[in-house]
């Protein structure tokens, strides 16, 4: 578990219009979300007037939540709306997204793309694993930058779906 780095940050930033793939990254990051949180988020459940989206299914009670949504980031949910897709996250033929589709054929191409990642050979096996940034990163990312700018311990657990006492201060 590693947060993304401000220069890894400030790289995803510039290549924002390369590949569209890397807004979600960039979404993930700014609002905390699981993966499979997001790539499960429709659009029915985006309030993006008033910049927040229902997460209403999550692997936890607690991850049942609001989340509000960066001013940053505004314009990555405004392309994806206007896609043709009920779920925000859809792939390039307007389909909703499973897990390993994504990770395999977005998340891990990007990673090793900017340098975030790397195949090395499990010895064990005798074949390449994949070694970098995954997306459960961007949650610690996103929390290491809520506490950086001091925002209160209760609402980063309100954002990040977290509840008892702990789990925020010493997983992430």
Known sequence: RKPFSKKEIS??????DSNIYVTVILIMIYSGVRIGE???LEKKDIHLDERWFYVKESKTEAGIREVPIAEKIVPFFEYWMNR?????ICTP???PFQYRNYYDSYWIPLMLEFGF???VIDE???EPVYDGHRPHDTRHTCISLLTEKEVD???IKKIV???????TENVY
């Not at 790289?11 to 924002?16: A, D, E, G, P």
């Not at 779906?161 to 789990?167: A, F, N, R, W, Y």
């Open 11 to 16: 790289i995803l930033w510039k290549c924002k």
């Open 38 to 40: 997001l790539l499960d």
């Open 84 to 88: 043709k897709c009920d779920h925000l």
């Open 93 to 95: 033929d307007d389909e």
């Open 117 to 119: 990642g790397k195949f």
């Open 124 to 126: 064990t096996k005798r």
């Open 153 to 155: 311990e209760r609402f």
């Open 161 to 167: 779906g977290h509840k008892g006492q702990g789990v």
